[in-house]
C-alpha cells in the first residue's frame, strides 16, 4: 500500500530567516527526521541511506535561482 503526502511552503524572506531555515534542515538530516508543518498540513520525512543532492544555481541579468533537491528511498 502506498501513500502520497505533499508538503509546500512559499514566502519572501530576509537572508537571515532563510539562514536559520536551513540550519534547522541541517539539523533534520543530523536526526534522521525532517518535520514540514503549517496551519493546514504537516508531513515528516525520515531521510535514510544514500542520498542523492541536486543543486542548480541560474542567474539572468538581475535575476538569479537556486533549487536543491534531495531523493531517498
Known sequence: ???ISEFKHET?????SI????KV???????GQLVFRNEKEHIILRPDGP????????K???KAKLS???YWK
Open 60 to 62: 539572468k541579468d538581475k
Open 19 to 22: 539562514s536559520e531555515y536551513l
Open 68 to 70: 536543491i533537491k534531495f
Open 51 to 58: 542520498i542523492q543532492l541536486e543543486v542548480k544555481a541560474k
Open 12 to 16: 519572501l524572506q530576509e537572508c537571515e
Open 1 to 3: 500500500m502506498s501513500s
Open 25 to 31: 534542515l541541517t539539523e533534520g538530516f543530523e536526526n
